[in-house]
């Protein structure tokens, strides 16, 4: 062990008894090198971010751009940042009317917890209603309506008023009244293990949150910003959200969420308190410069119409009996075993030759692969057979 990796053990506080712990040296496209020179196929780019790849050289010249220009210059909302309002612009331009302004945080959980806010301040009612096995975050309201109570049972008690119904239940509906402020759905449920919501009980959904004006919230945090194949995960359904959350990729790297609505809905942050919410760093120039760049950049490219061939790829490669299902939306996919104990086997065995795999929160017998969406097809071939090699070692 190196001195680093004894202090990194030491020093940085740690959320588990096994880390990966692999010491990076630098990175590039589908690639991590370690100190050592060891080089591994990022097959989750850092947890469904990194979907253009490491170190995207568009990206990284916007970033170094704005660096030599200014970084932080006054807490979110007061002054007028191009790179802020460049990208609040363009992606009014790529959303429907009622999604045309956008509040940027810095992360995925604050993006929750502002919609939460917001949808809470709009209605004026409390109840959230949230689904099984869904993830929305870390901090105390973004757990309180998460959808597994082993990892939340510890932090009690966390916010009153919220309840989980059943993911692509119709019949669960009926628990969303005149009392609900929100909704909050992951269209494309993530930590879940790839659960993927069915047209119907979306429309059934949006129709029930109409009649009860309740907000729906889609958290497009994972399988938004091209993972699926498209921008948004609304585009593969026929209705519109009235908040949609963002973070992870949106950043192109670094670190941004935003919450997204109306400018009707999103003004009542504005008066009744004034302030009702607010940010030191959300919409950073330097983030939001990245965001731009990365937005444009999967726009410009055709890499979001690669997206299901390049899953397609996936599945033709994987092929074993140890294999009991695979799941997934363009190139956010689970590949399901019988347990953790085989699960996590495999995953080492990938890690300790080249291929950085993972488990699902919710899914533990589930094999992550979110790889960058502008992976290689030698890299998928290539990544395939050291998986199925590590099966077949274990099996
Ligand atoms: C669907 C979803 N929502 C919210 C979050 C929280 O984002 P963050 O970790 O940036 O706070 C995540 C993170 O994995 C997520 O997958």
Redesign the pocket.
């Known amino acids: 062990m190196t001195g680093r990796s004894a202090n990194f053990l030491r020093h940085v506080a740690q959320t588990s008894d096994a880390p990966i712990s692999i010491e990076v040296d630098r990175v590039e496209g589908s690639y991590i090198y370690d100190k050592e020179g060891k080089e591994y196929l990022d097959l989750i780019a850092g947890?469904?971010v990194a979907n253009l790849g490491h170190a995207n050289p568009k990206v990284q010249k916007a970033i170094t751009d704005q660096l030599e220009n200014y970084s932080h210059v006054m807490v979110y909302g007061e002054f007028i940042l191009e790179p802020q309002v460049d990208l609040a612009t363009r992606l009014a331009q790529l959303l429907p009317d009622k999604l045309d302004t956008t509040y940027f945080v810095n992360?995925?959980?604050?993006?929750?917890e502002g919609a939460l806010k917001l949808a809470k301040r709009y209605t004026g009612r409390a109840e959230i209603i949230s689904f099984n096995n869904?993830?929305?975050?870390?901090?105390h309201g973004?757990l309180s309506i998460m959808g597994n109570d082993f990892y939340k049972s510890a932090f009690t008690p966390l916010l009153p008023d919220t309840r989980i119904i059943e993911f692509n239940s119709k019949n669960d509906l009926k628990e969303i009244t005149e009392k609900t402020a929100a909704v909050i759905i992951?269209p494309v449920?993530?930590?879940a293990g790839v659960r993927i919501a069915d047209n119907e009980f979306l429309d059934a959904l949006r129709a029930k949150c109409d009649a009860t004006k309740t907000l729906l919230i889609f958290?497009?945090?994972?399988?938004g910003m091209g993972r699926t194949g498209k921008l948004f995960t609304f585009e593969h359904y026929d209705i519109i959200p009235d908040i949609i959350?963002l973070?992870?990729a949106f950043g192109g790297g670094l670190?941004l969420?935003a919450f997204i609505s109306s400018n009707k809905i999103m003004s009542c942050l504005q008066k009744d308190p004034p302030l009702g919410h607010i940010t030191t760093f959300g919409g950073n120039p330097l983030s939001c410069a990245a965001g731009l760049a990365f937005v444009n950049e999967l726009l410009d490219t055709a890499i979001m119409d690669g997206v299901a061939g390049k899953a397609q790829l996936f599945e033709d490669n994987l092929n074993h009996p140890a294999i009991k299902e695979i799941r997934n939306k363009g190139l956010l996919m689970a590949v399901e075993f019988d347990s953790f104990e085989f699960n996590k086997k495999v995953i080492d065995e990938c890690i300790a030759n080249g291929v950085i795999v993972d488990w699902f929160?919710f899914a533990d017998s589930s094999l992550r692969i979110s790889p960058p969406l502008n992976i290689s097809d030698e890299d998928i071939t290539k990544a395939c057979e050291i998986l199925s090699n590590a099966i077949e070692n274990i099996n």
């Open positions: 947890i469904s992360s995925g959980s604050e993006a929750v869904a993830y929305h975050g870390s901090t973004a992951e449920q993530g930590e958290d497009d945090i994972q399988a959350t973070a992870k670190p969420g929160l």
